[in-house]
C-alpha cells in the first residue's frame, strides 16, 4: 500500500517521497459515507462522481479528524465558501498543514456542482459542503510527507505498534 501511496502523492504533484502513511480504519464514517453515496444517488438520479482529495490541516486535528471526521462546527476561513478544503494536488494542502508534517488522503463525493461542492479553480481546491448530515469526505489515509519527529508522530508509532491503544485505534501503520 506504502507504494500505491507514493504514486497516488507523484501523480497528483507532490515532491519527495513520503515517509509513513497510516490507514484510518473507522467503521462509523464509512457507514456514514456510504449512506451520503446512496442518499446523493437518490437526489441526482445517478451516482456521484467520487475523486481523491488531500487535506492538510494542523496537527493538532488530525487525530479528531481520523475519530469523528471532519467536523462542520470546527470550520476556519472560509475564503471560498463553507465547507472543508481539498486539493488535487498535495503540495496546495502542504500550506494548511503550517510547518506539520502530516496530510490526509480522502475520498470526496461530488454530488452536484455549486449545491453539495464548489471548484476554486484559481486555488485547484474543493470546497465540499458536506451540509445536512452529508458525510462527503472520508479520510482513508494519513501520510507523513516530512522527515520530522514530534508529539503526534510519537503516538501514531506507538499506535502502529499497539494497535489495540483506545485513543488511535482507527489508525493503522504502514511504515516505509
Not at 13 to 25: I, S, Y
Amino acid at each position: 500500500k506504502m507504494q500505491l501511496l507514493q504514486t497516488k502523492w507523484t501523480e497528483a504533484g507532490g515532491t519527495g517521497f513520503l515517509f509513513n502513511a497510516w490507514q484510518v480504519q473507522n467503521k462509523r464514517l464509512d457507514r456514514l459515507f456510504r449512506a451520503t453515496a446512496h442518499n446523493l444517488q437518490e437526489v441526482l438520479g445517478h451516482t456521484s462522481d467520487m475523486i481523491d482529495g488531500w487535506h492538510g490541516t494542523l496537527e493538532q486535528n488530525v487525530l479528531s479528524i481520523a475519530r469523528n471526521g471532519f467536523d462542520t462546527s470546527r470550520r476556519s476561513g472560509q475564503v471560498f465558501g463553507a465547507g472543508e478544503y481539498f486539493a488535487k494536488n498535495p503540495q496546495v494542502s502542504s500550506a494548511y498543514c503550517r510547518g506539520g508534517s502530516f496530510m490526509f488522503l480522502c475520498k470526496l463525493l461530488l454530488g452536484k456542482e455549486t449545491t453539495h461542492h464548489t471548484w476554486v479553480d484559481e486555488q485547484k481546491y474543493y470546497v465540499i459542503k458536506q451540509h445536512d448530515g452529508m458525510r462527503q469526505a472520508l479520510p482513508v489515509y494519513l501520510v507523513q510527507f516530512q522527515a520530522r519527529t514530534g508529539p503526534l508522530h510519537t503516538r501514531l508509532s506507538t499506535a502502529s505498534v499497539n494497535p489495540d491503544t483506545a485513543e488511535v485505534s482507527t489508525l493503522q501503520g504502514r511504515q516505509r
